[in-house]
């Protein structure tokens, strides 16, 4: 029954490939989103979706591309992966643009 | 710079005692959300205080926030080990829809 999941939980990849990560959610939510936790522990949003607008964080490199096959899901496709993408990455959704925000559990990236 | 920075960075005490947190943010908000991460886990909602509240009760947990100050503190009374965690403060600037800021967070050690 967990409300907002995410998979992988953890993976380890080389710079160069690409790779996806997956979210769903199971809470009739119609905005998802997409937050990076650096190694300092600093959250940063990175793409809102919401009735297929998406809203893109300036500083997110377009090597990331969030993908949205339907309300429930927002899988986040990463091209070219450098080692500076190493983090954890969230997903998370909500009702509206407004309140509370669900997350995941997160998805460890490591980049070697 | 982060919208949202908390103070202190880290905070260590015995349990039964109360913990305060504090966020400053810099521009106009809709509305101020604590979250509670727990080591290795997603981000946790606590609570929420909207920009015409200025205190708000959730159990243990008591928010304040001065718009004048641009300021919000998150109090734990009583704490208990199981408090231990990181607590971020996340702002949701006007305008931004639900594009949360989040601080660095504070974490939080309650020794038994």
């Known amino acids: 029954d967990t409300a907002v999941s995410q998979t992988p939980k953890y993976l380890v990849t080389q710079m160069g490939n690409d790779k996806s990560i997956k979210c769903e959610q199971n809470l009739g939510h119609d905005t998802m989103y997409w937050y990076k936790q650096d190694s300092k522990k600093f959250l940063k949003i990175m793409f809102s979706y919401n009735n297929k607008e998406l809203i893109i964080n300036e500083t997110v490199p377009n090597r990331f591309s969030p993908k949205s096959p339907d309300k429930a899901h927002l899988n986040l496709h990463i091209n070219s992966l450098e080692l500076g993408d190493s983090a954890v990455y969230f997903c998370a959704s909500s009702t509206g643009t407004k309140g509370t925000i669900y997350f995941g559990e997160g998805s460890w990236l490591t980049v070697v | 710079s982060q919208q949202g920075e908390e103070d202190p960075q880290a905070l260590s005490i015995q349990e039964g005692e109360n913990a305060t947190m504090n966020c400053s943010y810099k521009t106009s908000i809709n509305n101020l959300q604590w979250y509670r991460q727990n080591s290795g886990r997603g981000l946790v909602h606590l609570i929420l205080i909207r920009s015409n509240e200025r205190e708000k009760h959730s159990g243990r947990l008591r928010v304040t926030l001065d718009t004048s100050k641009k300021s919000s503190s998150l109090l734990i009374t009583a704490s208990r080990a199981a408090d231990t965690a990181s607590y971020f403060c996340?702002?949701?600037?006007?305008?931004?829809?639900?594009?949360?800021?989040f601080g660095g967070g504070t974490r939080l050690m309650v020794k038994p």
């Open positions: 996340a702002t949701d600037a006007l305008g931004a829809g639900n594009m949360l800021t």
